[in-house]
């Protein structure tokens, strides 16, 4: 029989209303099963681990990514054919990203996914993700995983978790993958388009748990002060996810460019992505970003801003010399940009 792991992290999936002040707050797991009658009938074996304390996914940590989600699924990995995690929305594409990077030669579906309406409400939309990524989960093909991947199913769409962003918080819709095709489509059948979906590899499993969260992020913008560009050039973190106009171009200012080259010369990498979600950073393209081309910036294609950000934690964390985080910050390593 087909084994699936559920993990549970909390978000609007599992919520309702507080009694007394009427806000949204999560409650225990067992009340999604009473709420989803159908899991009993799915013919398929299904685990589930409940998050302690359950969390909104704005509490979402790295630390959370490695000790529960990483390790709990490598702790299952032989026994399920599947794994489904129930997360907020919120950050679900951190999540996403983040386990793209450490679930090595991953050969098996890892499904992210969670609701717009809580599971109890009438026009949930809970009930159909829940079971939908559970059968994506458990959908194999010739004995092969057909989705060996960390991927986001919401709203009969799935996307590459890595390439996945939430853009919208009022319809069902609450993400898109702006520069990469979804990988199945739930209709009244279940298609799935094999040509986007990574292949299954032939190596063994294994985890990577090692963050360095020591990232600072500048999204630019006309008029910005040098205080502002210099608290974060001149601060101690070891990377910039820098966020740019268009194909990845800033400002020429004097000022502005020997601040990020003095940031570089001071051993800190900066990448580039851009402030458009679709499309791709084309260093050297306007002479506004030859510049950094020449002092060493980064390209980050087109990475989402939180692949660039989990990618950069993962690749600082990996003991790199600064020719290799740059080389592995430009190539794809799990699906996540196009270059
Ligand atoms: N704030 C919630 C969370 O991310 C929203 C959601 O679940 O969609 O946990």
Not at 12 to 22: E, H, L, S, W
Not at 78 to 86: A, T
Not at 174 to 190: K, T, W
Request: hydrophobic letters at 40%; one cysteine or more; aromatic letters at 10%.
């Amino acid at each position: 029989m087909t084994k699936v792991f559920i993990i549970y992290t909390g978000g609007t999936i599992g919520m309702v209303n507080d009694a007394k002040t009427g806000a949204l707050i999560p409650f225990n797991f067992e009340q999604i099963k009473e709420n989803v009658p159908e899991l009993a009938r799915l013919n398929y074996e299904i685990a589930v681990h409940s998050f302690e304390p359950i969390i909104d996914s704005s509490n979402m940590h790295p630390d959370q990514w490695k000790n529960v989600l990483a390790e709990i699924i490598e702790k299952n990995y032989e026994e399920f054919d599947g794994f489904v995690i129930l997360h907020g929305s919120d950050t679900m594409s951190f999540t996403a990203s983040a386990l793209s990077f450490m679930l090595k030669n991953l050969a098996k579906p890892v499904v992210l996914t969670g609701s717009q309406l809580p599971i109890g409400e009438i026009r949930t939309d809970a009930k159909e993700n829940l079971i939908t990524a559970l059968e994506i989960a458990a959908t194999k093909q010739n004995g092969k995983a057909v989705v060996p991947e960390v991927c986001i199913y919401f709203d009969n769409q799935l996307f590459r978790g890595n390439r996945s962003i939430k853009y919208n918080t009022e319809k069902f819709e609450a993400f898109r993958s702006p520069n990469y095709p979804i990988l199945a489509e739930a209709g009244v059948q279940l298609t799935f388009f094999h040509k986007e979906i990574l292949p299954v590899p032939t190596k063994n499993f294994y985890i990577h748990t090692k963050f360095d969260a020591n990232i600072g992020v500048l999204k630019i913008y006309p008029g910005m002060t040098e205080a502002v560009v210099y608290a974060v050039t001149r601060s101690k973190v070891k990377a910039i996810v820098l966020e740019t106009f268009g194909s990845g171009n800033t400002t020429t200012a004097k000022w502005f460019t020997d601040a990020l080259a003095e940031a570089i010369k001071n051993g800190k990498h900066i990448v580039d992505i851009s402030q458009c979600q679709r499309g791709s950073v084309q260093l050297g393209m306007y002479e506004t970003s030859s510049e950094l081309q020449k002092m060493g910036v980064i390209s980050g294609f087109d990475m989402t801003f939180e692949t660039a950000v989990t990618k950069l934690m993962y690749l600082l964390a990996a003991d790199l010399n600064t020719e290799e985080i740059k080389q592995q910050m430009e190539s794809p390593i799990a699906g996540e940009l196009t270059n």
